[in-house]
């Protein structure tokens, strides 16, 4: 006797898988000076543990989109599951450094199946009319629990907690999205023909699913660029570094709540352009203000990005269907990959921007100042590349406003996107 899926069940596991995605961000950030101390590392050491996490979630993300269909998203949980468990216990008893960039990789392959699993099974779970609106509330537990986690980590260390502890808390969403997921029925694939991965290769062959792969790049680069540098920026701008990156998790937090209507007025594309404008003025305000407007800047940026990375793997369940898990799978990963690939450019522009303003004979805090925003300056491009590609893509495929799948008929045959 076939079990009854549970949508509201399978949806609450998987936004406390995402929020365990979140943690293992914020909480092992929080952790990374307690880590320096005990073990000795030099801040380049670090670096490298922190790029484990981008190294594993595009090879679970591809993987998990290879084998969706064939093994479904049950078995790929479970893997996520054993994945975070074993990077959690083997950073508590990593020991030194060999240690720490295995159990990160771990975490980070677990945090790739999430996204592998959740990202197809909410896209088969609900109505083309509901898609966004669920992805959007799905991706928003990423940067509420990065706020969440954030404060977690700094009232535990202010509290005079050890990192033990803190990676500890990890373990509390893990075991209860393994609870939730546990028994359940997952649902079957909506779109037919998308359990062939000929059929996703060729559905992501065409031109239209080419361009969109080619924008997650510059999405993802304009979302996590500017958040993982602008700290040392604004560290010596007379504002709050942390109240930035905060205030910019919170919009995103609140705002991926509205994606559904959001889309609903102004179409996907119509959002990814207007979103565009507003991480390019936010990115611009970041790289020229000081103090207090700083964190407008963060406000105008936050709702720039935030509704990024759930439409972009909507339009590809929506605008390519046949491209099935293996599709959103890989948008994902190059976005995590473009991230991980950008970040030394953008460490090369630092120092690049501050010899050159060390030369012009800055020093100190106004050095790492002026440095920092040349940088964020040199950033503005990625965010300008896409206003002119969505303009593009606006004048070749419309945008409309319904989002839905195209009909069965045209299902039979490989759509020519």
Same mark, same amino acid.
């Given at each position: 006797?076939?079990?009854?899926?549970?949508?509201?069940?399978?949806?609450?596991? #998987?936004?406390?898988?995402?929020?365990?995605?979140?943690? #293992?961000?914020?909480?092992?950030?929080?952790?990374?000076?307690?880590?320096?101390?005990?073990?000795?590392?030099?801040?380049?050491?670090?670096?490298?543990?922190?790029?484990?996490?981008?190294?594993?979630?595009?090879?679970?993300?591809?993987?998990?989109?290879?084998?969706?269909?064939?093994?479904?998203?049950?078995?790929?949980?479970?893997?996520?599951?054993?994945?975070?468990?074993?990077?959690?216990?083997?950073?508590? !008893?990593?020991?030194?450094?060999?240690?720490?960039?295995?159990? %990160?990789?771990?975490?980070?392959?677990?945090?790739?199946?999430?996204?592998?699993?959740?990202?197809?099974?909410?896209?088969?779970?609900?109505?083309?009319?509901?898609?966004?609106?669920?992805? $959007?509330?799905?991706?928003?537990?990423?940067?509420?629990?990065?706020?969440?986690? #954030?404060?977690?980590?700094?009232?535990?260390?202010?509290?005079?907690?050890?990192?033990?502890?803190?990676? &500890?808390?990890?373990?509390?969403?893990?075991?209860? !999205?393994?609870?939730?997921?546990?028994?359940?029925?997952?649902?079957?694939?909506?779109?037919?023909?998308?359990?062939?991965?000929?059929?996703?290769?060729?559905?992501?062959?065409?031109? /239209?699913?080419?361009?969109?792969?080619?924008?997650?790049?510059?999405?993802?680069?304009?979302?996590?660029?500017?958040?993982?540098?602008?700290?040392?920026?604004?560290?010596?701008?007379?504002?709050?570094?942390?109240?930035?990156?905060?205030?910019? *998790?919170?919009?995103? %937090?609140?705002?991926?709540?509205?994606?559904?209507?959001?889309?609903?007025?102004?179409?996907?594309?119509?959002?990814?352009? $207007? $979103?565009?404008? /507003?991480?390019?003025?936010?990115? !611009?305000?970041?790289?020229?203000?000081?103090?207090?407007?700083?964190?407008?800047?963060?406000?105008?940026?936050?709702?720039?990005?935030?509704?990024?990375?759930?439409?972009?793997?909507?339009?590809?369940?929506?605008?390519?269907?046949?491209?099935?898990?293996?599709?959103?799978?890989?948008?994902?990963?190059?976005?995590?990959?473009?991230?991980?690939? *950008?970040?030394?450019?953008?460490?090369? &522009?630092?120092?690049?921007?501050?010899?050159?303003?060390?030369?012009?004979?800055?020093?100190?805090?106004? /050095?790492?100042?002026?440095?920092?925003? #040349?940088?964020?300056?040199?950033?503005?491009?990625?965010?300008?590349?896409?206003?002119?590609?969505?303009?593009?893509? &606006?004048? &070749?495929?419309?945008?409309?406003?319904? $989002?839905?799948?195209?009909?069965?008929?045209?299902?039979?045959?490989?759509?020519? /996107?």
């Amino acid at each position: 006797m076939s079990q009854t899926v549970n949508p509201s069940r399978l949806f609450l596991a #998987s936004c406390l898988a995402i929020i365990t995605t979140a943690f #293992s961000f914020s909480i092992r950030a929080g952790i990374l000076p307690q880590l320096g101390t005990e073990f000795g590392l030099s801040a380049e050491q670090l670096g490298f543990i922190n790029s484990m996490f981008f190294f594993g979630f595009p090879i679970s993300m591809v993987i998990g989109g290879i084998v969706y269909h064939s093994v479904g998203p049950k078995i790929i949980m479970q893997v996520a599951v054993v994945a975070h468990t074993l990077g959690i216990l083997l950073t508590i !008893y990593a020991g030194g450094y060999a240690g720490l960039l295995i159990s %990160t990789f771990f975490i980070g392959f677990g945090n790739g199946c999430t996204e592998a699993a959740c990202n197809p099974m909410i896209a088969d779970m609900y109505t083309s009319n509901k898609l966004n609106k669920m992805l $959007g509330r799905f991706h928003m537990w990423f940067p509420g629990g990065i706020v969440i986690g #954030s404060l977690i980590s700094k009232f535990m260390t202010s509290a005079g907690f050890s990192w033990q502890t803190q990676i &500890w808390v990890l373990m509390l969403p893990t075991v209860v !999205y393994a609870f939730l997921f546990f028994g359940q029925a997952f649902p079957k694939p909506k779109v037919e023909g998308v359990t062939s991965i000929a059929k996703n290769f060729q559905a992501m062959l065409t031109p /239209l699913y080419i361009f969109i792969f080619c924008c997650m790049a510059m999405t993802a680069i304009t979302e996590f660029g500017p958040n993982q540098w602008v700290t040392v920026v604004l560290s010596s701008s007379g504002a709050d570094a942390m109240l930035v990156l905060a205030l910019t *998790f919170g919009v995103m %937090t609140l705002g991926r709540l509205f994606t559904g209507p959001v889309v609903a007025q102004l179409g996907q594309t119509g959002v990814l352009f $207007g $979103g565009s404008i /507003l991480a390019a003025i936010g990115i !611009y305000m970041f790289s020229t203000v000081t103090g207090p407007i700083a964190y407008l800047a963060a406000v105008i940026f936050g709702l720039g990005v935030c509704f990024n990375w759930p439409i972009m793997i909507g339009f590809v369940a929506q605008r390519v269907p046949l491209s099935g898990a293996l599709g959103m799978s890989i948008i994902g990963g190059v976005g995590m990959l473009s991230t991980s690939i *950008f970040q030394p450019f953008i460490g090369s &522009w630092i120092d690049e921007a501050h010899a050159e303003n060390a030369a012009k004979g800055l020093t100190g805090s106004a /050095l790492e100042l002026a440095a920092g925003q #040349s940088t964020l300056s040199t950033m503005l491009t990625f965010p300008l590349i896409l206003i002119v590609a969505f303009i593009v893509l &606006w004048a &070749w495929k419309g945008n409309p406003k319904s $989002g839905g799948h195209v009909d069965e008929a045209q299902l039979a045959q490989q759509p020519q /996107l």
